[in-house]
Each structure stands twice: as structure tokens, then as C-alpha cells.
């Protein structure tokens, strides 16, 4: 009797790891200890996917992975800084889940991409790619030049203001109800649209200071692209510079993009109009 409930005990326990590893089945986690300022991830595969973002606690970087028809795998490597590899095997949607530490900055490279994506996220973020026909390989030399927290763009608005040189200095001194803040290097002149009309008070040629009131809106402003110096503020902080010609954002969270023909796009998303800013 004794043996027989011991046969009986293992079996339920053998039934009971069935149904956990059966329930667990094509999701793949695991957790590093991490206190690095910077982590590099790359994304090497030829399935569709997503990324996504959040922010947790100290020490500690947990990653989570799963594929609707194929397999997710991951690791950590140190031989040059913080790189976390993600990859996915098969023809189903791959999709990871991330867990940063605070205030841990992030260079992503996505599949297909030929320049990196900076991703200075505050609570979340999702970055998602289409299937491609090889992993994209990043390129050793290549530099991220600002921060982001995610890749969808939006139409240049009716333009408010035109003209045909940049002013020096832009500055949104009352920026609480700017909801999204779009900064792009194209074309040959300068513009400024809303989603919702604006005052703009040229001041003079080096200067342009833009006032905005009532509902949230998205504000975009549009440089040349030969643009050798500029500075936006927003509030007392400088959000983004232009320094013989090098663009870079100074405050989070931002999406920047390379696109195609040389164009530079620079997404601010603001909370509660304000941004996170380098001192």
C-alpha cells in the first residue's frame, strides 16, 4: 500500500510538470543581473515582431520571448558592453517583452534597419518590423545620434508659418499642453504647422517664439536640410540642437529616425508638457 501511494504521488507530480511545461509552451524567459548604464539589443531574425519596453527595478534585466508558430532565444554578452541579442525561428510573430532598470539607455537595431533606433523611454515603449529577407547586421562603426520611444510618424500639418531660411533660435516658453513635438531635417525651407492653429511671434530673423493655449495639439517644425545651426527650447530647457550640421536631441523621451534620401526625423512626446533633459 505504501509503494502504491508513492507510484501515485509521482505520477501526479509527473502529470502536474506536464501541465506547467505545456502552459509555458513557446514562451521563453529568463532574468540577468544588470547595472550598467547602456545596453545595446539587436533583433536578428527574418519573422515579423515587436519589442516592448518597461521599466522595473534595480539590478536586474528580465526578458521575455514568444512566437505563435517557431521558436524565441536570447542572451547577454559582454565582450564590448552591454549587448542583448534577441532572435526568433520560424514563420510565426515573434514578440519580446523587456524588463529595464531605471534610467538604463537603449540602442536598439531592428531587422532591415541600416541605422540604430535610441531608445530614452520613461515607463514603456513599443517598437515592432515586418519580415525581412536576411537579419539586419549593424554596422561596427556606426553611432546613434538621439534618444526615442517609438517609430510611428505622423502627416506635416497645414504649415502656420513659412519662410526661407531657419530662425537660430525657436522657443516654446508655455509648452504644458504640447502633446507631441516633431522635429524634421527636409526640404528647403523652414516651416511650423499644428493640428490646431497657433500663434507665432517672429521677433526677428534669429528668433522665433511660438505660443501655444487651450487643448493639447502636435507642433512640427520642419528645417532645411542644409540647416548649419539651430536650437529649439522648450520651457527653459534646450530639447534639440543643430551644431555644423550634427542634429542631436537633448531631452527624452524621443524617436529619432534616419529616412530615406538623407532626411532626419526627431518625435518629442512630452508628459504633462514637460521633457527629461541633459543638465
Known sequence: ??????????????????????????????????????????????SPGLVRFVRGGTGQLEVTGRSTDGVTAFGLGRENGEKLRLTAVGSGRAEFVIVLPE??????WLPGNTSPVLAGLDDAGRFSWQATQRPADPPASAEPRSSSAS???????????????SPHVVSIPEPANVRRLSVRIEGDDFRVGSSIPLRTIPGNAERLEIRTSGPPID?????????????????????????????????????????????????????????????
Open 1 to 46: 500500500m505504501r509503494f502504491r501511494t508513492t507510484v501515485l504521488a509521482a505520477a501526479f507530480v509527473a502529470l502536474s510538470s506536464a501541465g506547467i511545461t505545456a502552459q509555458e509552451r513557446g514562451v521563453t524567459r529568463r532574468a540577468y543581473p544588470f547595472f550598467a548604464d547602456n545596453l545595446t539589443i539587436e533583433v536578428h531574425t527574418e
Open 103 to 108: 534610467r538604463v539607455s537603449v540602442t536598439l
Open 151 to 165: 517609430l510611428t510618424s505622423y502627416a506635416l500639418p497645414t504649415p502656420d508659418y513659412v519662410a526661407q531660411t
Open 219 to 279: 507642433l512640427v517644425l520642419q528645417l532645411p536640410h542644409d540647416v548649419a545651426g539651430f536650437m529649439l527650447k522648450v520651457g527653459s530647457d534646450v530639447a534639440f540642437a543643430v551644431n555644423d550640421g550634427d542634429a542631436r536631441a537633448l531631452c527624452s523621451p524621443v524617436v529619432s529616425q534616419h529616412v530615406a534620401d538623407g532626411r532626419k526625423w526627431f518625435d518629442f512626446t512630452p508628459r504633462d508638457g514637460r521633457l527629461r533633459c541633459q543638465p
